[in-house]
């Protein structure tokens, strides 16, 4: 099985900061990871697919980028509502894992 | 509008079996690949199961191979995953997800819509 492992496992940041969360897998996996932010609570919403590909409807201060084991998620200036767990999985080959997921806090 | 919507959880006893199903609506429900994804209490998630739009291609997650069964009514609309031999790990919300439209084995395969979860506790 791919192993997937982000980092950091928890921040704290201010409205308007550059945010960045990182996710390594255990082998190449092209480009086939995606990131998706859970509130507590709610189900999982897709942000990015294919590494970069921005899914419709999410801001553009999200964004994907990365290919083979090393993949970022950056936030370009932190929201309010950009608070919750963030989670990368790879879609590479089955079975399909996630990261153990990024806690975001607003300070 | 996609909807999916779970139902079907409770408690059940350790060795028990619970059936859930996920209704789906606002989308051509055959031409996409469904997923079961769960997240046990405070922890992250974890992909369970997987099947084509036609039926045709069915994954599972080591953890419930043998033990859960996923499979789909096309005149419902329905997706659902049959859990025997339940254990007090699988305790988590599960959730129905719908996969990209492309093949599973694409490598562009991702869950784009979401169900609200529901919760499956297995405990004496």
């Known amino acids: 099985d791919i192993q997937m492992t982000q980092s950091p496992s928890s921040l704290s940041a201010s409205v308007g900061d550059r945010v960045t969360i990182t996710c390594r897998s255990s082998?190449?996996?092209?480009?086939?990871l995606n990131w998706y932010q859970q509130k507590p609570g709610k189900a999982p919403k897709l942000l990015i697919y294919?590494?970069?590909s921005l899914q419709s409807g999410v801001p553009s201060t999200f964004s994907g980028s990365g290919s083979g084991t090393d993949f970022a998620l950056t936030i370009s200036s932190l929201q309010p509502e950009d608070f919750g767990t963030y989670y990368c999985?790879?879609?590479?080959?089955?079975?399909?894992?996630f990261g153990q997921g990024t806690k975001v806090e607003i300070k | 509008e996609v909807r999916l919507v779970e139902s079907g959880g409770g408690l059940v006893k350790p060795g028990g079996s619970l059936r859930l199903s996920c209704a789906t609506s606002?989308?051509?429900?055959?031409?996409?690949?469904m997923n079961w994804v769960r997240q046990a209490p405070g922890k992250g998630l974890e992909w369970v199961s997987s099947?084509?739009?036609?039926?045709?291609?069915?994954y599972y997650a080591d953890s419930i191979k043998g033990r859960f069964t996923i499979s789909r009514d096309y005149a419902k609309n329905a997706l659902f995953l049959q859990m025997n031999s339940l254990r007090v790990e699988d305790t988590a919300v599960y959730y129905c997800?719908?996969?990209?439209?492309?093949?599973?084995?694409?490598?562009?395969?991702?869950?784009?819509?979401w169900g609200q979860g529901i919760l499956v506790t297995v405990s004496s």
């Open positions: 606002g989308f051509s429900f055959s031409t996409y690949s």
């Open positions: 997800a719908r996969a990209s439209p492309y093949d599973i084995l694409s490598g562009y395969y991702y869950f784009d819509y």
């Open positions: 082998q190449s996996i092209t480009s086939y």
């Open positions: 999985q790879q879609s590479y080959s089955s079975p399909w894992t």
């Open positions: 294919a590494a970069s």
């Open positions: 099947i084509s739009g036609r039926s045709t291609n069915i």
